[in-house]
């Protein structure tokens, strides 16, 4: 028998300013659900111990009521509150993840997450101490230069899009974060580079799903109305 605690540490304090809609895009609805519902459900069905669920000050009480309670996610063990950068709200999500041996960082806006991606990322983590998903990238990409002319073209084969959930050891990422205060670097965009820039210590890259897009951008809703349909079907099936 295993006792390793695991905790999903799932992020919906974000504004969805690139979404341009009224609502912040973790709360629109695909099949009457709001978005933020599919990944708690995924992380309900899985091994995960418990959730941390961060969100805006605002959006506690109807998270608990109206997601939470009402679909029955029992694993929600905190409703937390963010702040105003990605990192900060996954700070407090750590903060708030005391006594777990390894978190799973998740983005509410990937609804599309299944079961099978959450088993594999905790099959992993506990190997190599921190993982993420991720997929090949399927088309060629550039760096270009300010005046946007191609400078280079990296290698295809070398070249993943990277996902979440992002596993790690607790302690580890916790000291990452920790370093990370104490330094004056704003420009993280995941936890991965926290770990890399802070600690010095490599992700492991392992194969995600091409279906568990980030919805970032009006167009991404339509195209994950379709990919959860098909995702549900293989959660179904499990
Ligand atoms: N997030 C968060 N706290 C923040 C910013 C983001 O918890 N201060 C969460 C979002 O809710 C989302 C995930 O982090 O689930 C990924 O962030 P992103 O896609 O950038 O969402 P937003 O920041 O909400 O969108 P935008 O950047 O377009 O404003
Ligand atoms: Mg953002």
Redesign the pocket.
Known sequence: MSNVHITAI??????????QSDI???YMLIEDKPVLYYSLKAFEESSVDDIVL???EDDVSYCKENIVDKYSINKVKSIIV?????Y???KNGLLSAKGADYVLIH????PCLTVDVIERSIAEVKITGACTVGVPVKDTIKRVDDDCYGEETPPRNYLWQVQ?PQSFLYKDILKAYEYMEESNDTDITDDTMIMERFLGVKTKLIMGDYCNI????PEDLLVAKIFLKKVKKVVDTI
């Open positions: 799932v992020l919906a304090a974000g504004k969805g300013s690139r979404m912040p895009k973790q961060v969100v805006s963010g702040g105003s950068e990605r900060w709200s996954v983005d509410a806006a990937r979440t980030k919805i970032t951008t």
